[in-house]
């Protein structure tokens, strides 16, 4: 028995189409798979209720890993009241390699959004965080850039 693949991470978001239009929109992603309303008993089964209905699609970057984004129209979530607290066992991010921090930064806050951490570089070889920020989505899912130095060559490390 084997992982073989890091295949997809889930966000589950309030409106699928707003959640679009900011990875998209905002974070330059591609659709990797159209919107689709998915309400199969078989589906129902796999995430443990009784009867569901989702809206969700995957969206990404085009290097095999995609973010799949779910609104569960049925049964509908309330939002959860600790959605800033990203310490609590349980909470999750997704971290991307982008090729400038500090604008992405500038951006991200021009858009009025909250953004954690330091503005200074630091010396650090691969496979550590050069810079490195925290950010919300519109849904309080927790997503994180970094840029960092090429991997050498035969390194295993990620």
């Known amino acids: 028995m084997k992982v073989q693949t890091i295949y997809h991470t889930g966000f589950v978001v309030n409106d699928l189409e707003r959640a679009l239009e900011f990875y998209t929109g905002l974070l330059g ?11 199969a008993p078989w589906l129902a089964e796999v995430v443990g209720y009784e009867e569901v209905e989702m809206h969700m699609a995957y969206v990404g970057v085009g290097d095999g890993h995609s973010i799949e984004l779910i609104e569960y129209v049925l049964p509908r979530g309330e939002a959860r009241s600790d959605q800033s607290d990203r310490n609590r066992p ?3 991010h997704a971290a991307m390699v982008v090729d400038d ?6 951006r991200l806050e021009a858009e009025g959004i909250n ?20 950010f919300q989505d519109p849904d ?19």
């Open 29 to 39: 992603m591609v659709i990797e798979r159209e919107p689709v309303v998915a309400d």
């Open 140 to 158: 309080g899912n927790w997503l994180e850039m970094v840029s960092r130095d090429h991997k050498p060559a035969g390194s295993t490390a990620n």
């Open 90 to 92: 349980g909470s999750a």
């Open 101 to 106: 921090v500090p604008a992405w930064r500038e």
């Open 115 to 134: 953004v954690f951490g330091p503005k200074y570089e630091r010396d650090l070889e691969y496979p550590w965080a050069r810079y490195a920020i925290y």
